[in-house]
């Protein structure tokens, strides 16, 4: 049985696409910052279903904790890097701190974690590896500065990467979705002006749900992904090309 870890997958998106991992067959790593009751009842809910999974955490903005995240991960065959924070301030008002929060947990730690699985997924011939990156790389929104920075560089490192690791048969793909209703933007969107004005943005015009998402990862990472690599999707019912 292959491995996934999926991070930030209690909720959103990575819940969707560890549950549809876990589906595929794969043994699924679980993560979260805490232990919440939402990522046992994740658990709970893949193992019902006659899957398997495990729960480890980590606060992805503090770089040490990541490395001892890294140091865990030793026999990971797929790595699906969804964590991420944004915080939406005016750009002026940015600071270090919260640049860096951002930095490390969309982007540093990503390459922190590539660089853990890679000798495993090299020793079999076989990984594959998906960044989350967002409509932002294509429409940056102006009050989210360093998060559209931060999913554009790892975009970058994606595709060298691909580039790196193609002959070892690791696939290294982005998905990069638009607006997807989780908890991170229910507040936003209860706004019903700032609702219209998203919805109008949106050429098919409505917000996706996290299971949009999963299947392409699905695909991603299946053998029917074994020639797609360096690529980066976008899922977000036409947003990027409008
Ligand atoms: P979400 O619902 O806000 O869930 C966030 C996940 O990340 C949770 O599992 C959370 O764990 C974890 N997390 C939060 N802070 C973390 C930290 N400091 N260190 C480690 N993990 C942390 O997110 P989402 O909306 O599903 O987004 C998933 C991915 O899609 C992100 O990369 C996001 O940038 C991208 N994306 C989302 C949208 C959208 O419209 N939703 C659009 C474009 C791109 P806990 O449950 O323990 O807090």
Redesign the pocket.
Known sequence: MKTAFV?????????AIALRLASDGFKVIL????E?N??KALKDEIEKNGGTAEII??????LEATKKLAKKLTDVDVLVL?????YRTPWQEITTDACY?QLN??FV?SMVLIQAVVSHMKENGWGRIVT?????EAKPHPDMLV?SAS?AAQTNMMQSLSLQLAKEGITVNNV??????????VAALSDPEYAKKVTDSIPVGF??E?KD?SGIVSLLCSEEGRYITGQSIYVDGGKSVQ
Do not use: F
């Open positions: 991070t930030g997958s209690s909720r959103g998106i990575g819940k993560h979260g910052v805490t919440s939402h990522i955490t980590a606060d992805l903005c503090n969804n964590a991420s924070v944004q929060d947990c969309n730690s989350i990156g967002s409509v932002q998060y999913k990069a979705p638009g607006v997807i209703y989780t908890d991170r933007n917000y996706g996290p998402c």
